[in-house]
T-cell receptor, first 109, second 115 residues
Framework: GQNIDQPTEMTATEGAIVQINCTYQ??????LFWYQQHAGEAPTFLSY??LDGLEEKGRFSSFLSRSKGYSYLLLKELQMKDSASYLC??????????WGAGTKLIIKP | EAQVTQNPRYLITVTGKKLTVTCSQN?????MSWYRQDPGLGLRQIYY???????DKGDVPEGYKVSRKEKRNFPLILESPSPNQTSLYFC??????????????FGNGTRLTVT
């Protein structure tokens, strides 16, 4: 079956760096998305990786290794507003999105 | 402003009373989808539509119906709601997934409680 694994919850300190990992086993691969979701709100698009390597976008970076079925989202200079859930999703061979359960990130002052 | 609009935002109803959650997008997107989100389970797809008059079941379609008579609208219908359909529902739209990056645009969600 298809599966995406992420840690359920992580805690980090304001100003620090945190890495949220995502491992996947899917039928084919057409890209990996990261979304941010604040409590009770809609998910919003953060990043997309389809080739191996690191994509940097301001304080957020996303890395992909297709051979390892692995991605991470790196958040630098953490701010309190970064407290949210981070969702990893893979586009499979049928162009259907397979979602992880999300990682709840708690930022402490 | 480009957006996906869901209504209502909150809904409390009783078992068996038919309800419809509306979804409308103004981006001329072909692809639309409904998800439910429950704690610890992430987003699960209920139904999706690749274009007008084309709908397909997602992972958890039981107890739900959809229709796609117009490109902009994709209502979710619960003919006989049950308590296990209490959840947070999201509608989403995008251009057809394929050769280019097509992130989903989500509505603001509908929190449904069935008693």
């Amino acid at each position: 079956g298809q599966n995406i694994d992420q840690p359920t919850e992580m805690t980090a300190t304001e100003g620090a760096i945190v890495q949220i990992n995502c491992t996947y086993q899917t039928s084919g691969f057409n890209g990996l998305f990261w979304y941010q979701q604040h409590a009770g709100e809609a998910p919003t698009f953060l990043s997309y990786n389809v080739l191996d390597g690191l994509e940097e976008k301001g304080r957020f970076s996303s890395f992909l290794s297709r051979s390892k079925g692995y991605s991470y989202l790196l958040l630098k200079e953490l701010q309190m507003k970064d407290s949210a859930s981070y969702l990893c999703a893979v586009l499979d061979s049928n162009y259907q999105l397979i979602w992880g359960a999300g990682t709840k990130l708690i930022i402490k002052p | 402003e480009a957006q996906v609009t869901q209504n209502p935002r909150y809904l409390i109803t009783v078992t068996g009373k038919k309800l419809t959650v509306t979804c409308s997008q103004n981006m001329n997107h072909e692809y639309m989808s409904w998800y439910r989100q429950d704690p610890g389970l992430g987003l699960r797809q209920i139904y999706y539509s690749m274009n007008v008059e084309v709908t397909d079941k997602g992972d958890v379609p039981e107890g739900y119906k959809v229709s796609r008579k117009e490109k902009r609208n994709f209502p979710l219908i619960l003919e006989s709601p049950s308590p296990n359909q209490t959840s947070l529902y999201f509608c989403a739209s995008s251009r057809p997934p394929g050769a280019e990056v097509v992130p989903l645009h989500f509505g603001n969600g509908t929190r449904l409680t069935v008693t």
